[in-house]
Every structure is written in C-alpha cells, then in structure tokens.
C-alpha cells in the first residue's frame, strides 16, 4: 500500500547512519514508521479542524491515532531525555493551535475585505515549524534508541534540520494557499503582505472570482519576501544536514529540500519574467 511521504522520513533519516547503526535500529524502525504515519494524520485531521474545514465528527479519530503514536513511542523505552523532548515539542504543538484559534481574522463583507487598522506581528519563520516540529521525533528516536542524548551535537543538528526543512514545508504551503487563506480571512506571512500593500495604497481588495488586484499584490509584495525566505530556510537546512551526513544521496535532502528550491528557482524566473515584460 501506497504511504503518505512523511511515513518513509524514518527510513530515509536512517541512511545517514552509519551500517552498524544501521543494524541496531533495523527492529524499531518499522514501529516508529508507523507511528509517524498515525501522527501525520491525527495533525491533518486537527490543522482541517482549526482552519475550519473539518468535521468535529473526525476528532475522536485523531485523539485515537495520538494515543496510539504515543502508546508505540512509550513503548520504546527510550532514555527520559527522549521524552522531555516529546512533551516539549507536545507542548508547543498545544499552544500553536491555541493561538491559531484565538489569532484575530480579517473581516470580509460581501466578498470585500475590511482592511484593519492595525495588523499583528507577522511570525518569526522559525515559529512556522511549531505545529509540524513532533514529525522530528520519528527521528529523533531512532538517534535515542541508538544511545545518542538530545543534546549532543548530532541530536541538534537533526532537531534543527527538520525545524528549518518543516518551516520551509509550512511557508511554501502557505504561498500556495494564499488566496484560499485570504478568502477565509487568515493572516499569514502570504497573505498579510498583501493586506498591508493594499492598506498604504490605500486600495479595497474585492474578492469576487479571481481578483486581479490581489493577484498582483501577492507578486509584488509577498512572492519576493516569501522567496527570501524559503531560500534562507533552505540553505540553513541543508548546511545543518551537512553536519549529519555529507553524503550526496541523500534522500532527505532529495524528497524534502530539493523540490523546494527548485519550487524558488521556477517562482523568481516567472517574476523576473513578468517585471521585464
């Protein structure tokens, strides 16, 4: 059966140890594959709650699947370090939806956004990865099982790997998603870019169909920034999987970074296209 992406970031992680290391996790590694693949779905199914998109009908479901992620990470015995580790990446998750449900909405009337007066803090990037960060603990567990503590040098550098890697993840989702978002009155480093352009130009952005205005806001104003930062966020990525493992195939690097920067790449020549034209 055909897995989500996210259930193989395990096996993939695993290649960049070394073979004797290779060996000692070989009984565990099927265990914490699945449980990664129960923690990627419970999130799916939160993250379409809280946008409001889900169904509350759904949220025993993914209470169930968490449970059994954590039943099978217990399970483990892993060191205490490991599991402080959890409660803290746990915690954060806690709080990111949190604040996502109580973070202030743009109000849209009559398919007119209602441009605010004053708008909230945009997000450091290095927040963007808060709801996603307990998808490094599949990893991070592997590295526990294996004797390394949490903070030793290849533990951070794993941890920070996929901070960077899942920060990019999440801001190219978002560039992806922006008029969607903008539509639901969400405020995002895509979408308040373009609330903020419009408000100093003093202009209504009319959301009917396609807007053209919005549109062209978001290439002028938030693709170049969102760019900037996707490559920023890649780079660090790469250069912290450098201090794992050097190795050119890496298939981490291939499956989660690559596409994104050739995602960049093709983004700025189509701007660069439209200012010559």
């Not at 945009?122 to 903070?151: E, I, P, V």
């Not at 959301?207 to 806001?217: G, H, M, R, V």
């Not at 996707?230 to 790469?238: E, G």
């Amino acid at each position: 059966m055909l897995k989500e992406m996210v259930y193989y970031w395990p096996l993939w992680f695993s290649r960049v140890l070394s073979t004797k290391e290779q060996k000692k996790i070989k009984g565990v590694l099927p265990k914490i594959q699945n449980a990664q693949l129960m923690l990627w779905q419970a999130l799916n199914i939160y993250d379409d709650f809280y946008d409001d998109e889900g169904v509350s009908s759904k949220l025993p479901q993914a209470n169930k699947l968490m449970r059994n992620w954590l039943k099978i990470h217990y399970e483990l015995h892993l060191p205490n370090d490991y599991y402080k580790l959890l409660n803290k990446l746990s915690d954060a998750l806690d709080k990111s939806n949190q604040a996502e449900i109580l973070s202030p909405k743009l109000a849209i009337k009559n398919k007119i956004v209602i441009i605010p007066q004053k708008l909230e803090e945009q997000k450091r990037a290095s927040s963007l990865s808060s709801k996603s960060m307990t998808l490094a603990l599949g990893q991070m567990a592997l590295l526990a099982h294996l004797g390394y503590k949490m903070n030793s040098p290849k533990a951070r550098a794993t941890l920070d790997f996929f901070k960077y890697a899942l920060s990019a993840k999440q801001l190219a989702d978002d560039s992806y998603d922006w008029f969607e978002d903008l539509n639901k009155g969400l405020i995002t480093l895509a979408t308040r870019p373009i609330i903020l352009a419009a408000k100093n130009k003093h202009l209504k952005i009319n959301l009917k169909k396609s807007s053209a205005l919005s549109f062209e806001l978001f290439s002028e104003f938030a693709s170049p920034q969102i760019i900037k930062k996707l490559n920023d966020l890649l780079r660090v990525a790469r250069l912290k999987m450098s201090e794992i493992n050097d190795t050119k195939n890496n298939s981490l690097i291939k499956r989660l970074i690559l596409p994104l920067e050739a995602a960049c790449e093709k983004a700025e020549s189509f701007r660069f296209k439209i200012v010559e034209n």
